[in-house]
């Protein structure tokens, strides 16, 4: 009886803290930024441009902040050439976001940038894509 009681106790314990110990929901600002590579996984531009504002900008080692037009131009067809992205790290602090993330192509080939994000007012302001190894995107020539 003594192991039931003490079992149930912890259970309770564990229950009433699981919000604070991993178990919070997302914010919004982090399912924003999750959804902005799930659109890409499943190769959604509706659901990506839903997330963006209107007048997003993207800069990368070889952009300066583009416009959305140019970036939908540019930059959507890799979604084609891409397959998964993993998020290793994502840190939100009020309207900024970075991640690491490792993605694949569909040919198998491994790549990994960080990404900082602008957020404003429910959407992606702006979007700065810091290049790591592997992959070299835009021209998709990889190591």
């Known amino acids: 009886m003594r192991t ?23 914010s919004p600002a982090e399912k924003m930024v999750r959804g902005y ?12 441009e839903k997330i963006l504002a209107d007048d997003f900008t993207f800069s990368s080692p070889v952009d300066e902040h583009i416009s959305l037009k140019t970036y939908k131009e540019k930059c959507w067809p890799n979604a084609y050439k891409l ?13 900024d976001a970075f991640v690491t993330y490792n993605g694949w192509t569909t040919d198998g080939k491994l790549f990994r940038n960080t990404e900082y994000f602008k957020l404003k007012d ?22």
């Open 4 to 26: 039931t009681k003490l079992f149930v106790r912890i259970l309770m314990v564990w229950v009433a803290l699981s919000p604070h110990v991993g178990f919070a929901q997302q």
């Open 37 to 48: 590579y799930a659109a890409y996984e499943k190769k959604d531009w509706a659901s990506l």
């Open 83 to 95: 397959k998964k992205f993993e998020v290793v790290k994502l840190i939100v602090k009020g309207d």
């Open 122 to 143: 429910g959407k992606i302001k702006s979007n700065e894509c810091f290049f790591g190894p592997g992959v070299n995107y835009p021209n998709n020539t990889g190591k």
